[in-house]
Antibody, heavy 112, light 108 residues
Framework: VQLVESGGGLVPPGGSLRLSCAASGFTFPTYWMTWVRQAPGKGLDFVANIKPDGSDKYYVDSVKGRFTISRDNAKNSLYLQMHSLGAEDTAIYYC??????WGQGTLVTVSS | EIVLTQSPGTLSLSPGERATLSCRASQSVGSNYLAWLQQKPGQAPRLLIYVASSRATGIPDRFSGSGSGTDFTLTISRLEPDDFAVYYCHQYFTSPWTFGQGTKVEIK
C-alpha cells in the first residue's frame, strides 16, 4: 500500500490550494478515504472523508463550505480542494486508507 | 460528535516497564470501532490496534487493546526503546471521526 500526497505549499490568507493523494498497491475503488490534518505541534484532526463510490462525503464543521473532497477511482486518486484558507488551516495533511494506512503527508502553510 | 479523552497526558516510564493508557469516550463507540495509533516525531501515525483489541499487521504482541462502550485501554507489556512516542485513540464509528488529544510516553 502506498499513499503519496502532493500539492502542499505556502499560500496567502484567503487563498486556495488543491491537494492530491496518489494511491497504489490496493483496490482503491473499494475503500473509504479520509483526509486528516495535524497542526504544528498539535494532535490529529479529521478533515473529511468520502465513500468508495464518492456518493457520501463528510466534513468537520470548520471546513464545511470551504473544502471539497473528491476522488477519481479510474486514476486511483483522492483530492482535497481548499478555498478561503486561514492561518488555522496550517497543518500537515495526511491521506488515509480506511483506518489502517497513512501517507507521509503534505505541509500546507497559510501565511502572508 | 464523540469526544475522546485520553489519560494521562504524559507517562514517564523506564524501558521494561508496563504502560497503561486510557481513552474515555463521551458516548458509546458502536461496534467498538476504536483504534490506537502511534506517532513518532517527524513521522506519520501508524495503526497499532483496531476494533479495540485487534493488532494490526506486524504489530508486536507486547501491544494489546481492551475495552468496550466508552472505556478503552492500550497496554504495552514491556516498554522497548522504540516504543517511546505519542499514542492517540481514534473512533471511526461515526463521522466526523474523532481523535483523543494524545498520551506521550517518555523515558523516565
Amino acid at each position: 500500500v502506498q499513499l503519496v500526497e502532493s500539492g502542499g505549499g505556502l499560500v496567502p490568507p484567503g487563498g486556495s490550494l488543491r491537494l492530491s493523494c496518489a494511491a497504489s498497491g490496493f483496490t482503491f475503488p473499494t475503500y473509504w478515504m479520509t483526509w486528516v490534518r495535524q497542526a504544528p505541534g498539535k494532535g490529529l484532526d479529521f478533515v473529511a472523508n468520502i465513500k468508495p463510490d464518492g456518493s457520501d462525503k463528510y466534513y468537520v464543521d470548520s471546513v464545511k463550505g470551504r473544502f471539497t473532497i473528491s476522488r477519481d477511482n479510474a486514476k486511483n486518486s483522492l483530492y482535497l480542494q481548499m478555498h478561503s484558507l486561514g492561518a488555522e488551516d496550517t497543518a500537515i495533511y495526511y491521506c488515509v486508507r480506511g483506518v489502517s494506512d497513512w501517507g507521509q503527508g503534505t505541509l500546507v502553510t497559510v501565511s502572508s | 460528535e464523540i469526544v475522546l479523552t485520553q489519560s494521562p497526558g504524559t507517562l514517564s516510564l523506564s524501558p521494561g516497564e508496563r504502560a497503561t493508557l486510557s481513552c474515555r469516550a463521551s458516548q458509546s463507540v458502536g461496534s467498538n470501532y476504536l483504534a490506537w495509533l502511534q506517532q513518532k516525531p517527524g513521522q506519520a501515525p501508524r495503526l497499532l490496534i483496531y476494533v479495540a483489541s485487534s493488532r494490526a499487521t506486524g504489530i508486536p504482541d507486547r501491544f494489546s487493546g481492551s475495552g468496550s462502550g466508552t472505556d478503552f485501554t492500550l497496554t504495552i507489556s514491556r516498554l522497548e526503546p522504540d516504543d517511546f512516542a505519542v499514542y492517540y485513540c481514534h473512533q471511526y464509528f461515526t463521522s466526523p471521526w474523532t481523535f483523543g488529544q494524545g498520551t506521550k510516553v517518555e523515558i523516565k
